[in-house]
């Protein structure tokens, strides 16, 4: 000891002595004392402060590539932070790039907690441009070490878009209600993210987020109704929702008055820019916007080739597809038609109907002379009418009338085929083109009367123009004998609207099979013709096997259709409700919410919201029923709010039976309930139950007599009201003896009762009335009642008993779900089975990411990885995420169990800083900050920094005095270690 004592003074006068030399600029000889110092206290903490004083020689010489190479070494191999940031400052100055500054700042913050100036330099690092994942890292370092209201809310605002959840944590526990409502929309909340907006919205604002729920819930007016009097968070905001406004035909002149940016105040002045206003916007940045409102403006001007190609540049959405569909028929109407043209429709597949997609593809590829025939039956099947046309010179031409007529319907000039042959005789050959003209534009009286003498001729074409007619029976006569495949469809329109299904009994080819099975409910024969790829067939044979409940065949035959078609989207409804009925409401909602963008269907709205509510999906619900104002969406809606306790938002004309019962009792209305005439057994006995709990007094006599004859109620049911009223009183003592007398068979007067008992501490009673209950219980309050049990079990310390409690509730119910896992990977834990114990911890983690109880559990999984020395990767990954989300405490021992988490990853140097940051920044906690000293010592002297561990074991021992366990091991130590 004496040896490293006289050594260590000596190094440290020698060290003065190179200082001196330093300050005097003699660089030549202080490189020389620090080199020789370097040379005998080689990975020393003396060594490293003669390696920083050498680099600032080797800088005075002007040896920079050496002082840098020192500096990095000395970087790599120190342990005192109060150096390091010295190092840093020379780094700095060094440094050629910003990037470089940065990368040094930020690992200076992380493995140097320490040094005295770090709240300001992350603070300043923050100023500049970096990668999301860095910026979290710092601001939790500041939320944590520096826990304060304006860096809890900067993590938070941070977290918003990529950990949501834990935004929520933060700002429900610190009152950030703004916050609140960002992390709620983000988090999924949708209805909680309402109710935020309309009561708990202090700042008046329209957060950001809002205009995701506003577009999640289809644009809807109760929505904006709500949001129309604040004002928006920023500028991008005022714009989006103008932007909505507008579209809905509202007034948006309130958010466009304020607008700024260019590119906002140029999208609402579209119709007046100039080419000199467009030739400014080329300057802005290049974006989407920017790019739309260039190509609307081009267009406007007849810039055509500027416009097209900045289209071409314009992502697959609806917006922006109108607007090419717009640009595609300019081109269209001038003649121009390009294959460049194909490939800008090609792009559009976000677009409802793709009819229209389709259709100019088909009048681009006509004119191009491209195979069309595709096209064709896809605008057949879809009875679309083709409303371009390819343009065509017909005063300059010299064609006779036969061939000009055969080359404007070639063209789809339906106009200039039916103007071209009024009132001229027709050849026989002319009048398909005439009637299939006549067909297009919607006159189908006078395509039949050019074809009934020529109908076997021109079979298909009659048969079109009859099924269009809203009665054909006066032309059954003349319906033709010679018919084909393709005639079936249009001669069992006609069988249906004639009510003569014998029309098609004389055909034998498969699709008049096909039809004739389906105008007699004959399915089996149906499905045996059926031809998958005609979506007119398989659109029948749905609606057939819907109103025969056939559902699992409906959603096999429906797997590959695209609900973006018109006659597909009949096929999709069909589809939706077989899915509903089937009780699949998952992939119910996945296919809705995949086109409820584009399809907006009253009916398609309220499946969803259904299934949603059947799957306990609130938020989800409560957004597809916002999407529409029918009766059937305003009764889930109040529905929502009723069981959400909401009443004030409830609209009583959409209740009705229990729902309008459970109102009046939510808003202690005994008036309501005594009006209320009861239509059976289960609403009369509701009312008296209601009555008894609200008044805490049995019902008038004469109304539970009056019910007693009605609905056959017995003294057992009278024993079960007088139970209730007594709960309502809380008079406990009363209500055990009478319920001991008496034998009560109402399972949710015995839970409720039970749950009073554990309140008053009764735990034994409670427990027997839980047990009582369970087989009389449906599945929703047995699995509150397991839980119960399971908890008192817990309490008594036996956990194989309160496993077999939670595992139950587990399977019963979702309601206290969150809290059953951690409860069962405490019981694991304490039955020695801890594998089951983590994972419920991380079933808890990863399906309640926003809840507090999540924080805990990840304190919990990482503490067991580390104890139990698995998967220290894993310990690493859980605990980082919390750091600076929980409370000091919680972030105190986060940072413990990460410390020993980096150990077990033999990352020393990480597991040393992280623990200088609990005894630095967490001296309200005595037991944590001087158990991090313990660990950081040991380290230390592994680091060779044995002066510095000894400082730290005698600042533990004089805290807490010589008899303290942690100080006895302080002790301990320094002998193992000889300091």
């Known amino acids: 000891m004496k040896l490293v004592f006289l050594l260590f003074l000596t190094t440290q006068s020698v060290l003065d002595v190179g200082i001196k030399y330093l300050q005097n600029k003699d660089y030549d000889k202080a490189s020389q004392i620090f080199q020789q110092i370097l040379t005998v206290s080689k990975n020393t903490p003396?060594?490293?402060?003669?390696?920083?004083?050498?680099?600032?020689?080797?800088?005075?010489?002007?040896?920079?590539?050496?002082?840098?190479?020192?500096?990095?070494?000395?970087?790599?191999?120190?342990?005192?932070?109060?150096?390091?940031?010295?190092?840093?400052?020379?780094?700095t100055e060094l440094s050629h790039t910003k990037n470089d500054s940065l990368r040094w700042g930020i690992e200076l913050v992380q493995y140097f907690p320490t040094f005295a100036k770090r709240e300001k330099l992350i603070e300043t690092i923050l100023q500049s441009n970096l990668d999301n994942s860095t910026r979290i890292l710092l601001k939790r370092i500041l939320a944590s070490d520096y826990k304060n209201s304006k860096y809890l809310y900067d993590l938070g605002n941070e977290l918003l878009s990529q950990e949501p959840g834990k935004a929520l944590i933060i700002s429900e526990r610190e009152g950030f209600s703004f916050l609140k409502i960002k992390a709620l929309i983000n988090s999924g909340k949708y209805f909680h993210a309402y109710l935020s907006l309309l009561k708990h919205n202090p700042q008046k604002k329209i957060p950001e987020e809002a205009i995701t729920l506003l577009q999640k819930a289809g644009n809807s007016a109760r929505l904006i109704g709500i949001l129309y009097p604040l004002d928006p968070e920023n500028e991008k905001t005022s714009f989006e929702f103008a932007v909505i406004l507008d579209k809905a035909g509202l007034s948006s002149s309130k958010f466009r008055k304020n607008l700024k940016n260019p590119l906002y105040i140029a999208y609402f002045n579209q119709k007046n820019l100039t080419f000199a206003d467009l030739q400014k916007l080329e300057g802005v940045?290049?974006?989407?916007?920017?790019?739309?409102?260039?190509?609307?403006?081009?267009?406007?001007?007849?810039?055509?080739?500027?416009?097209?190609?900045?289209?071409?540049?314009?992502?697959?959405?609806?917006?922006?597809?109108?607007?090419?569909m717009e640009l595609i028929d300019t081109l269209i109407s001038r003649g121009i038609f390009t294959k460049e043209m194909l490939e800008l429709l090609k792009q559009i597949e976000f677009y409802y109907p793709l009819t229209e997609r389709d259709e100019r593809i088909l009048i681009i590829s006509k004119a191009l002379k491209l195979e069309v025939k595709d096209l064709l039956d896809i605008i057949e099947t879809n009875d679309v009418r083709i409303k371009h046309k390819i343009p065509f010179n017909t005063i300059e031409t010299a064609y006779p009338d036969t061939e000009l007529i055969k080359i404007l319907h070639d063209n789809f000039d339906f106009d200039g085929v039916i103007r071209l042959s009024s009132g001229k005789p027709l050849p026989s050959n002319m009048r398909y083109y005439v009637a299939s003209a006549l067909i297009e534009k919607g006159y189908y009286y006078e395509a039949i009367s050019l074809l009934e003498g020529e109908s076997n001729n021109y079979p298909t074409l009659f048969l079109k123009a009859a099924s269009k007619l809203n009665d054909p029976a006066p032309y059954l006569n003349s319906i033709p004998k010679n018919l084909s495949n393709k005639d079936a469809y249009y001669l069992f329109i006609i069988a249906l609207k004639t009510q003569n299904r014998s029309l098609l009994d004389n055909y034998k080819a498969p699709y008049f099979r096909f039809f004739r099975a389906i105008l007699n409910s004959e399915t089996d024969s149906a499905l045996q013709y059926l031809d998958r790829n005609d979506h007119r067939m398989l659109l029948e044979l749905t609606r057939l096997l819907l109103?025969?409940?056939?559902?699992?065949?409906?959603?096999?035959?429906?797997?590959?259709?695209?609900?973006?078609?018109?006659?597909?989207?009949?096929?999709?409804?069909?589809?939706?409700?077989?899915?509903?009925?089937?009780?699949?409401?998952?992939?119910?909602?996945?296919?809705?919410?995949?086109?409820?963008?584009?399809?907006?269907?009253?009916?398609?709205?309220?499946?969803?919201?259904?299934?949603a509510q059947k799957l306990n999906q609130t938020d989800l619900a409560f957004v597809f029923a916002l999407r529409s104002d029918s009766e059937e969406n305003k009764k889930i809606l109040s529905q929502i709010f009723l069981n959400q306790g909401l009443v004030e938002q409830v609209d009583t004309r959409y209740l009705e039976g229990k729902n309008l019962l459970r109102y009046f009792f939510l808003k202690k209305n005994e008036k309501g309930i005594l009006d209320?005439?009861?239509?059976?057994?289960?609403?009369?006995?509701?009312?008296?139950?209601?009555l008894a709990q609200l008044s805490g007094r049995l019902p008038l006599d004469s109304i539970f007599q009056l019910y007693s004859a009605s609905y056959n109620f017995t003294e057992n049911d009278w024993v079960t009201l007088k139970s209730y009223s007594l709960l309502s009183k809380n008079e406990i003592d009363s209500l055990i003896m009478f319920m001991n007398a008496r034998s009560v068979q109402d399972p949710e007067l015995l839970y409720l009762a039970g749950v009073k008992f554990i309140q008053a501490g009764k735990v034994d009673d409670a427990s027997n009335l839980f047990k009582s209950a369970i087989d009389l219980a449906e599945d929703s309050l047995k699995h509150e009642i397991y839980f119960r049990l399971g908890n008192i079990e817990a309490t008594k310390g036996n956990f194989n008993s309160a496993l077999f409690f939670y595992t139950k509730a587990l399977n019963l119910g979702i309601t206290f779900k969150k809290e059953i896992y951690y409860n069962l990977s405490i019981s694991f834990k304490n039955t020695g089975q801890v594998d089951s114990a983590l994972i419920y911890l991380e079933k808890l983690i990863d399906e309640f990411p926003d809840d507090e109880i999540s924080l805990e559990a990840s304190i919990n999984l990482g503490f067991?990885?580390?104890?139990?020395?698995?998967?220290?990767?894993?310990?690493?990954?859980?605990?980082?995420?919390?750091?600076?989300?929980?409370?000091?405490?919680?972030?105190?021992?986060?940072?413990?169990?990460?410390?020993?988490?980096?150990?077990?990853?033999?990352?020393?140097?990480?597991?040393?800083?992280?623990?200088?940051?609990?005894?630095?920044?967490?001296?309200?906690?005595?037991?944590?900050?001087?158990?991090?000293?313990?660990?950081?010592?040991?380290?230390?002297?592994?680091?060779?920094?044995?002066?510095?561990?000894?400082?730290?074991?005698?600042?533990?021992?004089?805290?807490?005095?010589?008899?303290?366990?942690?100080?006895?091991?302080?002790?301990?130590?320094?002998?193992?270690?000889?300091?």
């Open 46 to 91: 003396e060594g490293n402060w003669a390696r920083y004083y050498l680099s600032l020689s080797l800088l005075g010489l002007g040896d920079t590539l050496s002082s840098l190479g020192n500096l990095n070494t000395l970087w790599k191999e120190n342990y005192e932070d109060s150096l390091a940031y010295l190092a840093y400052k020379i780094f």
């Open 285 to 324: 940045e290049n974006s989407n916007l920017r790019n739309y409102i260039l190509a609307k403006g081009y267009l406007k001007e007849g810039y055509l080739v500027k416009s097209f190609q900045l289209a071409l540049s314009l992502p697959d959405s609806l917006e922006y597809n109108r607007f090419k």
């Open 547 to 611: 109103s025969q409940e056939k559902f699992e065949k409906i959603v096999e035959l429906t797997q590959n259709i695209n609900p973006l078609y018109p006659l597909e989207t009949k096929i999709y409804k069909i589809r939706l409700k077989a899915l509903y009925n089937l009780g699949r409401y998952e992939e119910l909602i996945k296919e809705y919410e995949q086109y409820s963008g584009l399809i907006n269907d009253d009916e398609l709205s309220t499946l969803a919201a259904l299934s």
């Open 676 to 690: 209320f005439t009861p239509k059976d057994t289960e609403e009369a006995w509701l009312k008296l139950k209601y």
């Open 864 to 979: 067991q990885l580390v104890e139990r020395q698995i998967n220290p990767e894993k310990a690493i990954e859980v605990l980082e995420k919390i750091i600076g989300i929980g409370t000091k405490t919680q972030d105190c021992e986060a940072l413990y169990w990460l410390s020993r988490a980096y150990m077990l990853s033999n990352d020393l140097k990480m597991a040393l800083a992280t623990l200088k940051r609990i005894y630095t920044y967490y001296k309200e906690f005595p037991d944590w900050r001087d158990t991090a000293k313990l660990d950081a010592a040991k380290i230390l002297v592994y680091f060779n920094y044995r002066e510095m561990a000894k400082n730290l074991y005698y600042e533990i021992i004089k805290s807490r005095g010589q008899n303290d366990p942690l100080s006895q091991e302080a002790l301990n130590q320094m002998e193992f270690f000889k300091l």
